[in-house]
């Protein structure tokens, strides 16, 4: 039977895919002392002006995020380095904090996340002799290294986030097995279901799909045990959207009506949404990342109709419970 080859490719978009949809858990989870606030991802921005690394840099993320530092605010740049095999980074990565100092003259954070599965006996050094001077000798550039596998796949399917329990089937699995990992991933996202995108979604499937190591037939059954059968219709509602998207844009070129007023509509939502996550995050200090996709589901009058409520509530779990209780109403009426 031959070896199923990994495609580093497909392997870091995943990782990538992963981080930056959870990227706050991701820092709950490795950096818990940590306190974030707003972030931004500028991938784009980078390659847009290091057009020559375009190809090495796909695999990255940069984020431009603020930063509690001896409780004091600052505005700091993230750079996560996805590697798939045991490598030396300590050249590219300084490199990179170059690049990034060049483009937004900020503080840089290089964070290295090794992703292959092999059983490291020896560390890697995180250490990289840049300069000189008369009084403090050698100075080094420093990095975080975060190795997956080190954790116990066990652990990381207690935990609440999904974010762990996908990285669960990365890390070493020695006592639990392929079939209890996947059915925790899928049991959790059936109880969050209502709370989460249809983009997350895509996610959970296509990680399950790339790294679950167990025939397809048995992850079927899985799905059907816990009512996560319908993953594959979002799937294809997601495809379906980013079609009738396209369309739509084609169709304003055009002037065809239909596609005008399909764009409309979607204007319409898209910018109540943004309003109604800003004022949320606003009123009850927290990420507004935290609220878009909540609102996902939402029609554009019952966001409105959120808005004015608003003013009565304390938390935002009182927001929230009021999205899931339209949520279910909205399931009622279908």
């Given at each position: 039977?031959s070896?199923?080859?990994?495609?580093p490719?497909?392997?870091?978009?995943?990782?990538?895919w992963?981080?930056?949809?959870y990227?706050?858990?991701?820092?709950?989870?490795?950096?818990?002392?940590?306190?974030?606030?707003?972030f931004?991802?500028?991938?784009?921005?980078?390659?847009?002006?290091?057009?020559?690394?375009?190809?090495?840099?796909?695999?990255?993320?940069?984020?431009?995020?603020?930063m509690?530092?001896n409780?004091?605010?600052?505005?700091?740049?993230?750079?996560?380095e996805?590697?798939?095999?045991?490598?030396d980074m300590?050249?590219?990565?300084?490199?990179?904090l170059?690049y990034?100092w060049?483009?937004k003259?900020?503080p840089?954070?290089?964070?290295?996340v090794?992703?292959d599965?092999?059983?490291?006996?020896?560390?890697?050094?995180?250490?990289?002799?840049?300069?000189?001077t008369?009084?403090?000798?050698k100075?080094y550039?420093?990095f975080?290294?975060?190795?997956?596998?080190?954790e116990?796949?066990?652990?990381?399917i207690?935990?609440k986030?999904?974010?762990?329990?996908?990285?669960?089937?990365?890390?070493d699995?020695?006592?639990?097995?392929?079939?209890?990992?996947i059915r925790?991933?899928?049991?959790?996202?059936?109880?969050?279901?209502?709370?989460?995108?249809?983009?997350?979604?895509?996610?959970?499937?296509?990680?399950?799909d790339?790294?679950?190591?167990?025939?397809?037939?048995?992850?079927?059954?899985?799905?059907?045990?816990?009512?996560m059968?319908?993953?594959?219709?979002?799937i294809?509602?997601?495809y379906?959207?980013i079609?009738?998207?396209?369309?739509?844009?084609?169709?304003?070129?055009r002037?065809?009506?239909r596609?005008?007023?399909r764009?409309?509509?979607?204007g319409?939502?898209?910018?109540?949404?943004r309003?109604?996550?800003?004022?949320?995050?606003?009123?009850?200090n927290?990420?507004?990342?935290?609220v878009m996709?909540?609102?996902d589901p939402?029609?554009?009058?019952?966001?409105?109709e959120?808005?004015?409520?608003?003013?009565?509530?304390?938390?935002?779990?009182?927001?929230?419970?009021?999205?899931?209780?339209?949520?279910?109403l909205?399931k009622?009426?279908r």
């Open positions: 039977m070896k199923k080859k990994t495609n490719k497909s392997h870091d978009s995943l990782f990538k992963l981080i930056s949809s990227l706050l858990d991701f820092f709950e989870h490795y950096f818990p002392d940590i306190i974030i606030g707003e931004t991802f500028i991938d784009k921005e980078f390659i847009s002006k290091y057009k020559a690394l375009k190809e090495s840099l796909k695999g990255d993320l940069f984020v431009a995020i603020e509690e530092i409780q004091i605010w600052h505005e700091v740049i993230i750079h996560i996805l590697e798939s095999k045991r490598s300590r050249k590219r990565v300084f490199q990179y170059c990034g060049l483009l003259e900020l840089i954070w290089s964070i290295v090794y992703t599965d092999a059983k490291w006996r020896q560390s890697l050094p995180k250490s990289y002799w840049y300069a000189f008369k009084e403090n000798k100075i550039h420093e975080d290294i975060i190795k997956v596998n080190k116990k796949s066990k652990d990381l207690q935990k986030s999904l974010l762990c329990k996908l990285l669960a089937l990365k890390a699995d020695t006592d639990i097995s392929r079939e209890d990992i925790d991933i899928y049991q959790t996202a059936h109880e969050m279901r209502d709370t989460l995108s249809d983009d997350q979604l895509l996610l959970i499937d296509q990680f399950v790339y790294y679950k190591k167990i025939p397809q037939k048995t992850v079927t059954n899985i799905k059907k045990e816990v009512n059968s319908f993953v594959a219709t979002t294809t509602e997601h379906i959207n079609g009738e998207e396209l369309g739509e844009k084609r169709g304003e070129k002037g065809e009506k596609g005008e007023k764009g409309e509509k979607r319409e939502k898209k910018a109540a949404k309003l109604i996550a800003k004022l949320m995050a606003k009123k009850f927290i990420q507004s990342r935290r996709p909540r609102l939402l029609r554009t009058d019952d966001i409105m959120l808005g004015e409520d608003l003013l009565a509530m304390n938390t935002y779990e009182d927001a929230f419970q009021w999205i899931d209780n339209r949520k279910r909205i009622v009426r």
